[in-house]
């Protein structure tokens, strides 16, 4: 059952953790600040809870994850702090992001560095898989203001980062003018350099 886990997770982070499942003691109900005037209860799930639910529902809370990653592009900046499980984190993921960050000396700058780097790899994931346009416009933009804090942290390089950027700006834009300008833009952001000449 850990390997349908293992494999979701993997898919959205792979190349970026490894990981060890570290079990939590007991089962609790965190709170997760949405908002100033509301707080959503997100249940949380032993390994064991986990381990014994069938591969769909494990498949049905990753697609849920995924829908409320896509949903959380209107608001592009970083998460500065967590109040327990983001909606856009699966409880499985949640297990072992928890699990991965205890290994660090700091562990709750560690947590929130994975769940932000874990939100974008999925947005980047909805993009591949949307066919609304405006929804895509939105993902694109998310992406793109997420860019220069992978780079900070070191979780991607500049030159992945600058492919990353041209791809979704010329889909974005149909004048090769527009597309220069947002990528000299958007080029600057992450300390590289964007030069085409004009045919």
Do not use: C, H
């Not at 109900?29 to 908002?35: P, R």
């Not at 994975?114 to 999925?122: D, G, I, Q, Y």
């Amino acid at each position: 059952m850990w390997k349908v886990i293992l494999a979701s997770v993997s898919a959205v982070v792979a190349g970026v953790l490894l990981f060890k499942v570290v079990s939590p003691t007991g089962s609790e109900v965190v709170s997760l600040t949405t908002d100033t005037s509301e707080k959503v209860q997100l249940p949380e799930y032993t390994p064991e809870e986990l381990a014994g639910m069938t591969p769909e529902a494990l498949m049905d809370m990753q697609r849920k994850a995924l829908d409320a990653a896509a949903e959380s592009a209107q608001d592009t900046s970083e998460l500065e702090t967590l109040d327990g499980r983001p909606d856009f984190v699966s409880p499985a993921e949640w297990v072992m992001l928890k699990a991965v960050a205890s290994q660090k000396p700091s562990p709750d700058e560690e947590l929130l560095r994975l769940v932000n780097l874990l939100r974008f790899n999925k947005q980047l994931e909805a993009l591949k898989k949307t066919l609304d346009d405006e929804e895509r416009r939105v993902l694109s933009e998310a992406v793109l203001a997420q860019l220069p804090r992978r780079i900070e942290n070191q979780e991607m390089s500049v030159e992945k980062a600058q492919s990353i950027q041209l791809k979704l700006i010329s889909a974005m834009y149909n004048d090769d003018e527009d597309i220069r300008e947002r990528a000299a833009e958007e080029a600057r952001r992450i300390g590289a350099e964007f030069s085409i000449k004009a045919s």
